[in-house]
């Protein structure tokens, strides 16, 4: 291909007039200048301080490049800007007999018109219907830089609707960047209808600090053939990041180990534009990464059909293509597989497993998540061994951007910990209608938004959890926004706090979310406002045989007065006086209380009721609605066997009734609580007689693990129909 091109140029050139640089003049703008209609403007290696323009001149400024075909030139020919301005600019309406060849072009700085314009091409700036053509030039280490502005095309920006021909260019290491408003295009931006046509090139390693590290378009088309699309980064769209329309023709192109902070490490596509791939010269997308869509990400677009060679899995999950649903691929080949089945990870295990049982698990949560396939037919779990997973011990990289359909359990959150090292929050999970969490521990996470899980849109169940020692700005343990709803049963939030001003020591929660505690105790957390839970704009929460208390200031705040609580059979600090102090709008049920829950020594992270707490056996008697209350129902029991307690820890009253099956006030045996079962205890009592366990456990009204007159008062008023 390089010679074919060295014929075309030589050919079409040879007989020009040819402007040496610097035997006839010192610089290139010079040449430019003094250069007619058809000539040559042919550059010595060096290095050149300074921009140059083509001013509408249709001449060819190439390196000796361009009259050997040796590509050394192109590295010994240099243009630096010395960040001054855009090294090459087009502006003019020039095309494609303007053209530039055999340079490396540096250190441009993208300039603006005037202050309220964006900043620009770095590299190179085509506008004002420019559409040169550009050839075999290294074009590096160039910014456009907005400040208070945005910042286009570190490398190359095509406006007004310009049309570069861009052909074997290595466009490297450039960035654009705004420290107020957008960066978009670290390599490549297009705007305003213009169409360029990239092929045979390189973008590589470029960033942009908001969208498309490697390329941005807006109401363009692109046309991308036959080049290589990698390890370039950004927010959103790491690769390409396509916007407002824009369009871009995919043929034998490899968009590889781009990376996106957010969405869309290959490819993301957003306000209806889209992508075309080429069936008969088939694209590469493979070992991208992001937050969801690792390869692609489409943003409310519709169905697309994705055509490839090589993908990075065989099954196609959200992790990889989101939203799957709306993807239909055909593959050829895949770099790895992903597993339909339970998956399961231990401190101990080892990546390079399947971790398709327990014997031979995983060793990181991050591995599972990127291993196993999931969907709304195929729902699935990660099996955690007890243990630590951390960055530092077990090479966890989080947070973890949650499936939809998937579950993470362990056993006891006092024996498997999810430590996170202040490197971030733990969980984020945006649109999630079904996933299960259980039987872990979070702490030390810190996070603008949720130290331990964030929530948009998302309603999983929390279970059996320890969230302790998070911080955050808003939400210290728990962030909740855009229609949340999370159920969190014997959970213990504890410990936790945000920055200096912020809300919600525990739980945040926003734009209509609305989570639900049960048994869940918070305590001891710190915020300027709503020490345990905030709410806004029209979120509510439902609280449930719970624990508040001991948190700064008033437990429960809210913005306004579109949020309330729904509580009962459960003990606030200061009780229904403290909430009255609010804007909430609140629903005071049976049950409650404002007394002291007695906690065991929650300064030492003991938040265990103790002996005397007013929450043992004080929680709904028939927590699950079904008419049957504690004693006749083991659903209402706490694992001792006795009525539920507040909190998310039981006081254990264990003297082995949860261990024995018997109906409550049956003594006798009979299938029936009647006067006989009375007649049986006084019996026991008078004649002190010892009653079996099983006895025991019918009648003891009192769960002080013996039968006496106590139990008979309690019995007969409480329980018998007379």
């Known amino acids: 291909m390089k010679s ?148 286009y095309g570190g490398g190359v920006t095509c406006r007004e609707n310009s049309c570069p021909i861009i052909d074997n260019v290595l466009i490297q290491d450039n960035f654009a960047s705004s420290w107020w408003f957008v960066g978009a295009g670290g390599a490549v931006a297009c705007l305003e209808n213009s169409n360029p046509v990239i092929r045979n090139s390189i973008i590589r390693s470029n960033y942009s600090n908001t969208v498309g590290g490697g390329i941005f378009a807006d109401s363009s088309h692109l046309i991308i053939q036959s080049s290589l699309i990698e390890s370039n980064s950004s927010n959103q769209g790491g690769g390409i990041w396509l916007y407002r329309g824009a369009t871009t023709f995919l043929q034998g192109t490899t968009i590889r180990l781009n990376n996106a902070d957010q969405d869309g490490g290959g490819i993301y596509l957003s306000d209806s534009s889209s992508v075309e ?12 990464h992001a937050a969801r869509g690792w390869d692609l990400y489409l943003d409310a677009i519709g169905p697309l059909p994705v055509v490839l060679d090589t993908f990075s899995v065989n099954l196609i999950s959200d992790l990889y293509a989101y939203p799957a649903a709306e993807l ?45 396939y999931v969907s709304e037919d195929f729902p699935h779990s990660i099996h ?83 969230l302790q020692h998070n911080h955050s700005n808003y939400g210290g343990a728990v962030f909740c926004e855009n229609n949340s709803n999370p159920v969190l049963q014997r959970v213990l939030i504890t410990d936790n706090t945000t920055y200096s001003h912020e809300r919600g020591g525990g739980i945040y929660a926003i734009d209509q979310s609305h989570p639900v505690l049960i048994n869940v105790t918070i305590s001891n957390n710190t915020a300027d406002e709503g020490g345990a839970i905030y709410l806004r704009d029209n979120a509510d929460a439902t609280i449930i045989n719970s624990v508040i208390w001991g948190n700064s200031g008033i437990e429960i705040e809210s913005w306004d007065s579109t949020s309330g609580v729904i509580v009962s059979y459960s003990t606030i600090e200061d009780g ?15 049950g409650n209380l404002d007394s002291d829950p007695q906690l065991v020594n929650p300064d030492s992270s003991d938040y265990h009721l103790s002996a005397a707490s007013p929450c043992i056996d004080t929680a709904d008697p028939d927590l699950d609605g079904d008419g049957s209350p504690w004693y006749s129902d083991p659903d209402d029991r706490d694992p001792d066997g006795t009525r539920l307690d507040m909190g998310a820890l039981f006081f254990d009253q264990s003297y082995g009734c949860y261990e024995l099956e018997y109906d409550f006030g049956d003594v006798n045996d ?8 009375v007649v049986m205890v006084v019996g026991f009592i008078i004649d002190q007689e010892i009653p079996t366990p099983v006895q025991i456990c019918c009648f003891d009204c009192w769960q002080d693990g013996q039968l006496n007159v106590l139990d008979l008062v309690c019995f007969i008023s409480s329980f018998l129909p007379f």
């Open 670 to 677: 009979d299938g029936n609580v009647d006067i006989l079962d």
């Open 384 to 466: 955690l061994a007890p243990g630590s997973y951390s960055v530092s011990g077990t090479g966890e990289q989080f947070p973890f951007y949650w499936l939809d359909n998937l579950s993470l359990t362990s056993e006891n959150p006092d024996d498997t910990v999810l430590d996170l090292e202040s490197s971030g929050n733990a969980f984020d999970l945006r649109n999630i209608d079904s996933a299960f969490f259980s039987g872990f521990s979070v702490v030390y996470g810190n996070h603008w938004d949720g130290g331990a899980f964030h929530l948009e849109n998302a309603s999983p169940v929390m279970n059996d959890l320890i």
């Open 576 to 590: 229904l006086i403290g909430l009255a102090e609010t804007n909430l709008d609140i629903t005071w049920l049976d």
């Open 277 to 288: 791939f080429s069936f008969e010269e088939r694209c590469s997308i493979y070992q991208n």
């Open 4 to 151: 074919t091109l060295f014929a075309f140029l030589f050919a079409t050139f040879a007989f020009a007039t040819i402007v040496h640089i610097p035997a006839d003049y010192l610089t290139i703008q010079d040449g430019i200048d003094n250069a007619a209609e058809g000539d040559t403007v042919l550059v010595a290696p060096g290095t050149y301080l300074e921009t140059i323009r083509f001013n509408g001149t249709a001449i060819m400024v190439g390196s000796l490049f361009i009259t050997s075909g040796d590509t050394g030139y192109i590295s010994s020919t240099v243009i630096d800007a010395n960040h001054g301005a855009s090294v090459v600019t087009f502006d003019s309406g020039e095309d494609s007999t303007a053209v530039l060849s055999g340079f490396t072009l540096t250190h441009g700085f993208g300039v603006s018109n005037d202050w309220q314009d964006f900043i620009r091409g770095g590299g190179i700036s085509c506008q004002n219907e420019s559409s040169p053509k550009l050839t075999w030039l290294n074009i590096m280490d160039n910014e456009a830089y907005g400040g208070e502005m945005v910042g």
């Open 328 to 372: 239909t691929f055909s593959i050829q080949h895949y770099l790895a597989e992903l597993f339909n089945a339970d998956l399961y990870a231990s401190p101990t295990g080892d990546d390079d497993h399947n971790g398709l049982t327990p014997d031979e698990p995983l060793k990181t949560i991050s591995r599972a998540l990127a291993s196993i």
